[in-house]
């Protein structure tokens, strides 16, 4: 099995995911953080890869990308989902679509809405980046930036849960320095979602009560731009 | 090529690796710390993996191992470094050793002293897993607890700089949210070593006027009884 490369940002708590095939020296980064692109860069050097794509799960809430600067100092591609509004992607991605690098690595997109209408997951040679729709022991939250409990629960019920049990499930953020999962342990496990029918887990997301993500108001418009600033 | 699983102790900045052959369900975990046990624990269950071996690159001076707590919980075996008296360890290793798991999965066992005279660094399928001796761009201190910065221009330019540039480089520590280089970028651009005859190293080494490990006193001793309480 061949695993992504998994990079923190300590400040918003993600996970940014460097997946490779060294023999061609070609790699994707999968949600970069806008402060982190010269760290990213340097990790590529390191490990002689030149970047062909930059993919976001979503127009994220609490951290901004920097996947409009990682394209503008590599050339590498952006593929975003195409329900986010990212317009000035290379790529509006839509669901079944497979996103090709190096001699014949495949990731295959699925849509599921849920955290936000737009949301996508991401598979790949046994692995699946689940962005913010499935945490590890929990999932993201579906109060705002048009989410939905409904939808979420059968984007993880229907979409996620039925790969294979022993795919890797690697997710957009962890807040207890844990990294990765199994679809099959969340399936049977999960804390918000195992046991619990469609309507239980509506019920148990619609009463968490969450304060409004910090920097959503500036974070969602910048997103949308790649992270780049306005006008630009 | 198959990779570790990383994971992140941000208390400390340590890194602990997860080794897994997941076919044979098996796997290793090199340096995890105290505190992380259970997530270690859960990780492993998660990944539906029995705990074979909890291997030690040395005793630290900056945390506590969580080698002994996991060898009693699982019933793993603990394999330490000859050189670092850490007595109840099941096997002590010596340079040239091999640690075996899962199907025909091998560990190289390399003594690179240095940082301390007993510290090791592991190979494992294109991996170098490199404790404190060397950093991502940097290296160990070697001022304290049997360290010797001659000793450690030796280790990293005669043994760890001789494997393959390609090699995967995985640091025991990163305080910059970085997670791996390759041997060949630090064998050309490391800031400590690169460029510097073993003179020069020495004198650069002699003077960076660290302070003492807040932790040495209590962490070696706790360290060289796999982190469990003394008397047991």
Redesign the interface.
């Known amino acids: ?10 400040v918003s708590s993600t996970y940014t995911y460097l997946l490779a095939d ?1 023999a061609a020296g070609e790699a994707v980064l999968i949600d970069p953080v806008d402060q ?1 692109w010269e ?1 990213d860069l ?2 590529l ?4 890869l030149r970047l062909a794509w930059v993919i976001e799960t979503h127009a994220h809430a609490d951290h901004i990308t920097s996947a409009g600067k990682l394209r503008e100092v590599t050339g590498a591609k952006a593929a975003c989902p195409a329900g986010c509004g990212i317009t000035p992607a290379d790529l509006q991605l839509f669901d079944g679509d497979v996103i090709r690098f190096g001699r014949a690595e495949e990731i295959k997109v699925l849509h599921t809405p849920g955290h936000t209408a737009g949301s996508m997951c991401f598979t790949w040679r046994g692995n699946v980046f689940t962005g913010d729709t499935l945490l ?1 022991d929990g999932c993201g939250r579906t109060d705002f930036q048009s989410g939905s409990a409904e939808e979420l629960y059968d984007s993880v019920t229907g979409r996620l849960f039925t790969l294979p049990e ?1 795919t ?1 499930m690697w997710p957009g953020h962890d807040y ?7 679809i ?2 969340e399936k049977h ?1 999960n804390a918000r979602l195992t046991g619990r029918d469609k309507q239980g887990f509506v019920e148990l997301m619609s009463k968490l009560d969450l304060p409004k993500p910090k920097m959503i108001d500036v974070a969602v418009p910048a997103n949308q731009n790649l992270g780049l600033p306005q006008g630009v």
Not at 1 to 10: A, E, G, K, R, V
Not at 45 to 48: A, D, G, I, M, T
Not at 176 to 182: E, I
């Open positions: 099995m061949m695993l992504p490369i998994q990079t923190f940002d300590s060294p982190k760290r340097a990790q050097k390191r490990l002689n590890i022993e890797l207890k320095d844990r990294s990765v999962s199994t099959g342990w496990h």
